[in-house]
Nanobody, 129 residues
């Protein structure tokens, strides 16, 4: 079981920026598919971004439509971290953000929450003036 710990959430004004970080417990991090999801009260968990392991040191990224052009996912395999850099935040971005992991090479798109079997505890992002 992979342990994931998120950090970096907080209160930000509309139009502001925030960077979330997730650190993993395992040394084989380079073979992990990593993702960020979010969940607002009363809503289903929503795909935000993912870094999919293609093989060797090659990864592909994908983003949810609501965040394309504003959010960027990046990873540092040496530090076993994945970050979500968020810009131009809107009230609609307010949610609990979760880091997720799935180990190994996977054929599907990895944009559904059911694709992941390891989750962090979540970090709250509040966008308000």
């Amino acid at each position: 079981q992979v342990q994931l710990v998120e950090s970096g959430g907080g209160l930000v004004q509309p139009g502001g920026s925030l960077t979330l970080s997730c650190v993993a417990s395992e040394s084989t991090f380079k073979t992990y598919n990593m993702a960020w999801f979010r969940q607002a009260p009363g809503k289903e968990r929503e795909f935000v971004a993912r870094s999919k392991w293609i093989g060797s040191n090659i990864y592909s990224t994908d983003y949810g439509d609501a965040v394309k052009g504003r959010f960027t996912i990046s990873r540092n395999n040496a530090k076993k971290t994945v970050e979500l850099e968020m810009h131009d935040l809107k009230p609609g971005d307010m949610a609990v953000y979760y880091c997720a992991a799935r180990v190994g090479r996977v054929e599907n798109s990895l944009i559904d929450a059911s694709d992941y079997d390891n989750w962090g505890q979540g970090t709250q992002v509040t966008v308000s003036s």
